[in-house]
């Protein structure tokens, strides 16, 4: 979970920081084997 974390969250603090595409997010979960519909951003 901590490397799914560090991706997630790693430059929320960042000046100029825009939250990145849904579409990025969800295969950020799918990467981290969270594939059940529990998790689907949509």
Sequence with gaps: ???LTR???GD?????YRPAPVEHLQG???AAGL???FWSLT
């Design 1 to 3: 979970m901590w490397p």
């Design 28 to 30: 950020l979960l799918h």
């Design 35 to 37: 594939t059940e519909p």
């Design 12 to 16: 929320r603090l960042a000046t100029g």
């Design 7 to 9: 991706v997630w969250y």
